[in-house]
């Protein structure tokens, strides 16, 4: 004689079957919106070469880069008391000179202070020393703790940023107006996107010191011919 399921059965029933209905579609939410941060991620080198064309900065400085991290919208909003984030991509250099797979990062940063509205910057760190890639690759990474950071604001004196690195592990050029420029973003903290690595590369393979190793995604390529373009390792 059949079981009548009890309303409480019935009711873990249908919420078990709505995790499995909707695990899928945030899946490819998270895949749709990695990819498009790839794709802004290339837009924002553009812009920042652009920017820099005049000393050729961007391009000498990602000649010597041991990695790079693209982080092409970076929000800030609040009163008196605010936070920060921006989804991100960070590639490092293989043997052969190319950059290899991104691997998705957030970066993130709470503040206190006299801050009205909202603020969008472009940042691109270039790091330089294996001493910053290990920091950056660890599960999470505070900016400015046990490794020097300078930063170029571009049109705000940005030639400074080639002429102040020495001995720095990374430096970060921002595009943007106001708020983020010198030290605003000591401090934001960076973490894998899990999620996201997750949904592009699978739930075993998203360990980002395994991902930024390898160089087969081809929903990158545009953004690797983009850093091509000037990123041939000094000799």
């Known amino acids: 004689m059949p079981k009548t399921l009890s309303r409480r059965q019935f009711a873990a029933g249908i919420a078990l079957s709505a995790v499995v209905l909707t695990a899928p579609a945030h899946a490819a939410d998270d895949t749709m919106a990695a990819r498009a941060t790839l794709d802004e991620a290339a837009i924002t080198v553009e812009r920042v070469r652009e920017e820099t064309k005049g000393g050729n900065e961007l391009d000498n400085m990602l000649s010597r880069a041991k990695g790079v991290l693209i982080i092409p919208s970076y929000y800030k909003a609040g009163f008196i008391v605010g936070g920060a984030y921006g989804d ?15 691997a998705f990062y957030r970066m993130t940063s709470g503040s206190i202070g006299l801050q009205i509205g909202m603020q969008s910057a472009a940042v691109v760190f270039m790091i330089l020393t294996e001493k910053g890639m290990s920091a950056v690759l660890n599960d999470e990474f505070k900016l400015g703790a046990n490794v020097g950071m300078s930063i170029g604001s571009i049109g705000v004196g ?7 690195n020495v001995g720095n592990d990374i430096v970060a050029y921002s595009k943007n107006s106001g708020l983020f420029a010198g030290g605003a973003l000591e401090g934001a903290v960076i973490k894998p996107r899990k999620d996201w690595n997750a949904a592009v590369y699978g739930v075993d393979n998203d360990n980002p010191n395994a991902i930024v190793q390898r160089s087969r995604l081809s929903a990158a390529a545009r953004l690797k011919d983009v850093l091509a373009k000037g990123s041939a390792p000094a000799q």
């Open 88 to 102: 991100g991509v960070l590639m490092t250099r293989q043997p052969d000179g190319n950059f290899g797979d991104p």
């Open 158 to 164: 940005a030639e400074a940023a080639t002429t102040t």
